[in-house]
């Protein structure tokens, strides 16, 4: 398969259309097969469900090109699995497993001329999206959803190495104790756009945010979830079910435990807690891990031991893991990497 003529290390995190996309529609209570199709663009009414009331959930995976020259996804049953969670949440009708992982399959195939060579470090993500199509003006569900999958190349996270960076805790909350922090919807990012604007305009690259109840406990940053090593060597991983479960973050628990030997604990963080830990990092499809090197809480700083230079070690030996996992360099568990063929 030749590859499209695209200078994949100059990529960053942005939408560049591809060829095909996937799109299946649900009408009269039942999905249809779903096709490809080249257009990039949908025509909706004013009224759209998805635009008064923001019904719409989404999903985000990667494709890859292996050391042997595979082309693979990553783990894209626990999207699908995911996915179908956010759609019950919004009264959209779930996707099921078969047919998203079928059109995870179709869209990469179709667009393998776009999946980066094998060492380049960008990757072909995937946004896997439901939303309510048809006019909605009285506050109900949509009848018609449409469900699409397109690709997009972006470019290795992290320009000449990772660079810690630092975030600041929030005086704004994320999501309610029993609200959706949990599920991948548009509407918990809608939130963040004011705050994440405001944190960079103050010199700080993330919002930390803490569980709205008590404010004393970590949660996670708009699209990424914390992980933490204590001096020890012990992986520890917020527990609330406010969090968004991170596929990165459950994967590196299984590859701490599996592979590195390292004690994990996916426990309630105290922000108290943190001044003792030695690495921080962010964790989530798109960076894999981001280490954190410093926290600031209105001026007062925690500094991590492993500080503003490089990741930690063990941040290092998971994020190295895991990505070797991802490219074929180390041998995967069971399910973890589906072949596109
Ligand atoms: C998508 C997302 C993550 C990361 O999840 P991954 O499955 O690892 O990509 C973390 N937090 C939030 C709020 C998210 O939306």
Redesign the pocket.
């Known amino acids: 398969m030749a590859k499209k003529d695209i200078d994949w290390s100059s990529l960053g995190f942005g939408y560049m259309p591809t060829d095909e996309r996937y799109v299946s529609w649900f009408k009269d209570g039942k999905w249809d097969d779903g096709a490809l199709t080249k257009d990039p663009n949908i025509t909706m009414s004013e009224c759209a469900c998805v635009l008064q009331y923001a019904q719409t959930v989404f999903?985000?995976?990667k494709a890859y090109t292996t050391k042997d020259g595979r082309t693979v996804c990553f783990r894209p049953d626990?999207?699908a699995k995911?996915l179908a969670e956010s759609c019950r949440r919004l009264e959209i009708p779930e996707v099921p497993e078969e047919k998203f992982i079928d059109a995870v399959k179709k869209v990469v195939k179709a667009n393998e001329a776009y999946v980066p060579p094998f060492g380049s470090g960008a990757t072909l993500y995937l946004r896997p999206f439901v939303f309510g199509y048809d006019s909605i003006i009285g506050v109900k569900p949509a009848n018609e959803f449409q469900f699409r999958i397109f690709a997009t190349p972006v470019g290795p996270y992290f320009k000449g190495g990772a660079k810690p960076i630092t975030i600041r805790v929030s005086d704004v909350d994320?999501a309610a104790p029993h609200g959706t922090?949990d599920i991948?919807a548009g509407l918990?990012?809608a939130m963040s756009l004011h705050n994440i604007v405001d944190a960079h305009n103050c010199g700080f690259d993330e919002n930390m945010y803490l569980d709205p109840k008590t404010r004393t406990k970590v949660e996670?940053?708009?699209?990424?979830?914390f992980i933490f090593i204590t001096k020890d060597g012990k992986l520890v991983t917020p527990k609330s079910n406010s969090?968004?479960?991170?596929?990165?973050?459950?994967?590196l628990m299984y590859v701490a435990e599996h592979y590195l030997n390292m004690p994990v604990e996916h426990r309630e963080v105290y922000f108290d807690e943190l001044k003792d830990f030695a690495e921080c990092g962010l964790?989530?499809?798109?960076a894999v891990i981001s280490p954190v090197g410093k926290i600031v809480d209105h001026g007062k700083e925690i500094c991590f031991p492993s500080g503003m230079e490089e990741m930690g070690p063990y941040t290092k030996k998971l994020y190295e893991t895991l990505t070797g996992i991802q490219m074929g360099e180390i041998e995967a568990p069971e399910g973890w990497i589906v072949e596109i063929d």
């Open positions: 999903e985000g995976l626990m999207n995911r994320r922090g991948k918990n990012y996670e940053t708009g699209g990424a979830n969090i968004l479960p991170s596929i990165t973050r459950r994967s964790c989530g499809t798109a």
